[in-house]
């Protein structure tokens, strides 16, 4: 006993100092520890939402989310099962509630808990255990939080403190709590970033006026917002288990990718033990959803891990004759080949099929709109989409001790985009005052591509010349391939925007092509690019970390194109650019003013290829940018809250610029200026005992500096509001309403413009809430209301004269029952 007494100091000393290199050693001990992210005082009560299952899997889910450092005998515990807790209580009561009836007893050390079966806690004995070395855990799932103490957007792990840009985590419980099933919702519902409705069936992104086109898969990028026609990118969000969204130019970790951000999106995978969850939706316009979500191990080491996930959802619209529909099937494969290598797969599927509102309404000549229902429907009965993508992931993940790892992933990604549709039309001056000067638009597309990404990346920490370092060495590859297809036709019409024609016939592609107005377009884009990029972080002192890293990048882009038309085909001049070698650098430093804040600059170029042509033949040279950022980062109590303010400009030249008076079709000139500041606010987590809270606050301006003389000075991001705020909290009861939860929150952001007219379209504030009940530890009920005081509004997108005004959904409610069996 005295022995043990002794060597207790010993263990907590190695287990917790800096570094852990003595894992190793400890291996051989055979100690099991779940290390704390930070110290956490034991009489503080935490939120607590731990289900019955394998005691050692309890346990590693209890120092989670408590913040405890655990010793106890891993063989000793095994076949021994948990009780459920959940609620908000102090460590010792749910530990005691956890190991009820199991004979495990515990005690507490300081912030460390002792644990071990038939003697008195403390008379641990050694030789059968392991020592197992606590890693950031940027896992959002399980965690009931509304923050993440890390992120791998940036390669490798770290804290959110660390980097030196703005950085957002949008958690698995946020996303569950607010309903939100896509990502362009829940991109609005999160700071700075705009999610609009394209011109196609799907969406665009864009951060600080700039859109993003390149989106991330488990840290891999890949084009999704490319075609010749439209926006038709969609994107559920059942696969994942968080969004990480990073603000401000993104060249190091995308190459050409957009100077707004990156938006990583980090897929579900096998849990260590059974999990299963069956969901059942039922909403407002017949709105019914069916989920079932399973995964755990599949062998008995748990060393194979699967995961499924099903979903099925159908909606109609507010919108007379609109519908959706979207079959969704997911499944994932994690190996662990050792203890130090993890193999993984997964492949989802998404097939939708909808009638949707394609363009909205049109505006009257002077900007504003008709006075129409929000069931308006613009198009025809016979219009459709469909859009199906099938995506398949990969990556190996090599960890050759506590400091140095590597990983490897890939996507690939098919998607296939077909659809027609009737679109209410008119000319550029907008409607008759009478509502006349109505024209049809007949389209049809078939859009077909294949993305490839491929990522590798080796990082790791030393310490050279008294001072902590860090590299991260890296190169990737993305390609892009279409094959694409559409015709269409304009068609003047009698009708007025107040009696619009909805049974006009139905088309197809020769229909079209040989109609007096009608064309067809075949085109193929071939966009690839390559990149080798790195970074070194370094601490020249304990408070003071400075960062340095570049990429250097290659890319080509092809894009070949035919018309057709009832003359027949006319081939037009393919278009190329080449870049070769270009070098985006990257400078950061991040100054540590206590344990909890610290405040932080960087700088980064951008780099952005141009396919326009000047007079000459001779394709612009790239648009080139710098981005700066300053800020001031906190990771509050404990790490259970994060905060952040910053400010930022970024301006970029180069921009294609039309040359004036120039009649030809090569009539660019690499001329224009552009530039994007402004100040973003944030702060996510449990802000007090029970309340989880996201609110983030954004002021942006976006100008053309130097541009055509219509252009100057005028505002150059027509869909980005100066002001946005976005709030959302979600509060557990305790005690007697310890069943209930409530959540409450608003958006609200200021005007936007029509793109073609200088009219404002209004600002407005939508709020939204929850309320959710625990019937029984297995089943969860909730509804959440949506635009709760029934707001009418027109939603920023590419708003014209011409088309694409569309309204906020009005009210709505969504029903929701969850099954969560206990194994």
């Not at 889910?61 to 515990?77: P, S």
């Not at 362009?184 to 969406?203: E, P, R, S, W, Y």
């Not at 993984?344 to 504003?368: C, H, K, M, T």
């Not at 094959?483 to 107040?498: E, L, V, W």
Request: hydrophobic content about 35%; charged content about 20%.
């Amino acid at each position: 006993m005295s022995a043990i007494h002794e060597l207790k100091p010993l263990f907590k000393a190695l287990v917790m100092s800096r570094g852990l290199r003595s894992r190793r050693m400890l291996t051989g001990l055979g100690l099991v520890c779940v290390l704390p992210f930070s110290a956490q005082v034991m009489a503080e009560d935490v939120s607590l939402d731990i289900p019955a299952q394998p005691l050692p899997q309890a346990l590693q889910a209890f120092g989670k989310q408590t913040n405890q450092q655990m010793i106890y005998n891993a063989d000793e515990l095994a076949g021994l099962k948990s009780n459920r807790v959940s609620g908000r209580m102090s460590p010792q009561a749910a530990i005691a509630e956890l190991l009820k009836g199991t004979g495990v007893r515990h005690s507490f050390e300081g912030n460390t808990l002792m644990l071990t079966k038939g003697s008195a806690a403390g008379t641990l004995e050694l030789g059968a255990t392991t020592v197992k070395a606590a890693e950031l855990e940027a896992t959002t799932e399980g965690s009931q939080s509304y923050t993440s103490n890390a992120v791998t957007i940036g390669k490798g792990t770290h804290t959110l403190k660390e980097i030196p840009q703005s950085i957002t985590v949008m958690t698995r419980k946020q996303m569950d709590d607010q309903n939100l099933v896509n990502l362009k919702d829940a991109v609005n519902q999160t700071t700075g970033i705009v999610g609009l409705q394209g011109v196609g069936q799907g969406m665009i992104l864009s951060s600080r006026g700039f859109q993003i086109d390149d989106w991330q898969y488990d840290g891999v990028p890949i084009p999704r917002n490319t075609y010749s026609l439209g926006n038709w990118a969609t994107q559920d969000l059942i696969f994942f288990d968080r969004l990480e969204i990073l603000r401000g130019a993104s060249g190091l970790l995308q190459g050409t990718g957009s100077p707004g951000g990156a938006v990583n999106l980090v897929r579900k995978r096998g849990q260590s033990t059974p999990t299963v969850t069956l969901t059942g939706k039922a909403g407002s316009w017949d709105h019914y959803g069916l989920q079932l979500d399973a995964g755990g191990p599949l062998n008995e080491a748990g060393n194979i891990r699967g995961r499924f996930v099903a979903d099925e959802d159908q909606s109609n619209s507010f919108v007379d004759h609109a519908w959706s529909k979207t079959h969704s099937l997911y499944g994932a494969l994690d190996i662990d080949l050792s203890e130090d290598t993890t193999l993984g797969f997964a492949v989802s599927q998404s097939n939708g099929e909808s009638r949707g509102n394609i363009r909205g309404l049109p505006r009257y000549a002077d900007g504003s709109m008709p006075d129409v229902s929000r069931s308006t429907y613009t198009g025809a009965r016979w219009n459709r989409s469909e859009i199906d993508v099938t995506t398949y992931y990969a990556d190996l993940e090599h960890r050759f001790n506590e400091d140095w790892a590597f990983k490897v992933g890939g996507v690939y990604m098919s998607e296939d985009n077909q659809a027609k549709n009737q679109r209410t039309q008119n000319a550029l001056v907008g409607l008759n005052p009478d509502g006349t000067g109505v024209q049809y638009a007949d389209f049809l597309t078939d859009f077909q591509s294949t993305k490839v990404g491929l990522d590798m990346n080796l990082v790791g920490k030393f310490e050279a010349l008294s001072m902590e370092q860090e590299v991260m060495l890296g190169g990737n590859f993305s390609q892009l391939e279409t094959d694409d297809k559409y015709a269409r036709t304009f068609n003047a019409s009698s009708d007025t925007i107040f009696d619009l024609d909805n049974d006009r016939p139905d088309i197809s592609y020769d229909s079209l092509i040989n109609s007096p107005t009608g064309r067809g377009v075949l085109s193929k884009y071939d966009i690839r690019q390559k990149g080798l990029y790195g970074t070194w972080r370094v601490k020249p002192v304990d408070d003071l970390t400075l960062i340095l890293g570049s990429r250097v990048s290659w890319y080509d882009f092809s894009y070949k194109s035919k018309i057709q038309n009832s003359a027949g085909i006319t081939r037009v001049d393919p278009s190329t650019a080449t870049e070769t070698g270009v070098v985006t650098p990257y400078a950061g430093i991040v100054y540590d003013l206590s344990r909890e804040w610290a405040v932080y600059a960087s700088y980064t170029d951008v780099f952005q290829p141009q396919t326009n042509l000047d007079p000459s033949g001779s394709v612009l040279k790239p648009i080139v940018g710098t981005n700066y950022e300053v800020g001031l980062k906190g990771e509050l109590m404990d790490g259970r809250v994060n905060t952040s303010l910053a400010v930022f400009r970024y301006d970029h030249e180069n921009r294609a610029v039309r040359i004036p008076g120039c009649t030809d079709l090569n009539c660019s000139s690499a001329s224009g200026t552009v530039r994007s500041q402004g100040i973003e606010a944030e702060i996510s987590g449990e802000v007090v005992d029970n309340l989880q809270l996201f609110a983030g606050y954004t002021y942006n301006t976006t100008q053309y500096l130097k541009d055509t003389a219509s252009n100057e000075g005028k505002v150059f991001s027509t869909w980005t509001p100066k002001h946005m705020l976005r709030v959302w909290g979600n509060y557990q009861f305790t005690g007697d309403w310890s069943r209930v939860s409530t959540g409450l929150g608003f958006t609200t952001q200021s005007h936007t413009l029509v793109y073609d007219y200088d009219r404002e379209i209004p600002g407005y504030t939508v709020w939204n809430a929850r309320v959710g009940y625990k019937l029984t530890s297995e089943i969860d009920l909730a509804v959440n209301a949506n635009n709760l005081f029934d707001k009418t509004y027109i939603t920023p997108a590419y708003n014209q004269l011409n088309g694409n005004n569309n309204f906020g959904d009005p009210r709505n409610l969504m029903f929701t029952v969850k099954y969560t069996p206990q194994f």
